[in-house]
């Protein structure tokens, strides 16, 4: 089986997003990388879900961290009754697929992967360690290979020396439209918004881009019109933590008003990321809101005086009428159309 990490950034290794190996669960630590490399060391399930709550990894990250943490609750639970241990690995599963509430229903379809490897390993009398470590490997590898369309969909868009901007770190879909543009040789800028608190667009997203031999310039949340207005962008792209069948694109805060100032400049937007069955509307979808103290810090850094409030949405919602087109594994379709995902 040929790893679909190839030519991909060092965060985007398999190792370096979230590993198992010998009891314990190694997360690289994205809320400090690159400015230090240091990975969270997990022997516990529960902790791989602290993790994934906590930050530590985040975007598509966590689907590799729970699924990793699954085959560190398969390990734990060796010597148990099986029936013991089937309950153990369904508490695990809801456990991990439930750190973050938005992207729960998705996380669910990595966890339930596990479990159902270990159910059946144990049907069958086969080792369920090695059942679930292969399952965790295909998992991946799958939905590497999922983004590697959606790359080369949003890369058709980008013209030969043209310029693209980005929101957030959109993983998978970015590092595949990185890799896409690499093939087809264009050469190509990158605009990052830095995307606050956590910096991931200035030191995750240029990082990867960096790593991979683009020219790229770092903004802050605040420029994205200005800068469609006065450096010829081309292309705004992100990726989706949930894209609902009628074509709203959930993603890190921020995403909507840079669609809003793409529909006023003539900037197309594509979005990237299958949409989710099981958030056929948007009224299906929890915005999660995170430690309001995190807004008034840069990094650990303290910004204001006591007594200023913040407030952190970590996400919000761009409609179907700010969107040109979203990119999925079988074509890019109008948000309209995106039910015919499923024909």
């Not at 089937?86 to 339930?112: F, I, V």
């Not at 770092?218 to 292309?235: E, F, H, Q, R």
Request: with cysteine; charged share 25%; hydrophobic share 40%.
């Amino acid at each position: 089986m040929q790893r679909e990490d190839h030519g991909l950034g060092f965060i985007m290794q398999y190792e370096n997003v979230a590993w198992y190996d010998k009891g314990k669960v190694r997360i690289l630590d994205r809320r400090i990388y690159p400015i230090r490399t240091e990975f969270v060391e997990c022997t516990h399930h529960s902790q791989v879900a602290q993790a994934i709550a906590d930050m530590v990894t985040q975007s598509g990250g966590p689907y590799t961290a729970a699924s990793m943490g699954m085959v560190l609750a398969c390990y734990e639970s060796e010597g148990m009754a099986e029936k013991e241990r089937r309950e153990y690995l369904e508490k695990a599963a809801w456990t991990l697929s439930h750190a973050r509430p938005t992207t729960s229903a998705k996380m669910m379809t990595y966890t339930g992967s596990i479990q159902n490897a270990a159910f059946k390993a144990m049907d069958e009398g086969k080792n369920v360690m090695e059942a679930a470590q292969e399952q965790a490997i295909i998992d991946l590898n799958k939905r590497y290979s999922k983004s590697v369309p959606i790359g080369k969909i949003v890369a058709d868009h980008v013209p030969d020396g043209g310029s693209i901007l980005t929101q957030f770190w959109a993983e998978l879909d970015i590092a595949m439209v990185l890799r896409a543009l690499k093939e087809q040789n264009k050469d190509v800028k990158v605009f990052c918004s830095e995307t606050r608190p956590y910096f991931q667009g200035a030191r995750l997203t240029a990082s990867c881009a960096v790593d991979m031999g683009f020219d790229v310039t770092v903004i802050s949340d605040n420029m994205p019109a200005y800068t469609m207005k006065t450096k010829g962008i081309d292309l705004f792209t992100s990726a989706a933590d949930v894209t609902t069948v009628d074509g709203h694109i959930v993603n890190k805060v921020g995403t909507f008003q840079i669609a809003m100032a793409c529909k006023y400049y003539g900037v197309p937007y594509i979005a990237a990321g299958n949409p989710n069955p099981a958030h056929p509307g948007i009224d299906s979808v929890v915005i999660e809101e995170r430690d309001p103290e995190l807004t008034l810090h840069a990094m650990d850094i303290k910004l204001t005086k006591d007594g200023v409030k913040g407030y952190y949405p970590a996400f919000d919602v761009t409609p179907p009428e700010f969107v040109t087109g979203i990119a999925t594994d079988k074509g890019l379709f109008k948000p309209a159309d995106l039910y015919k995902y499923f024909e």
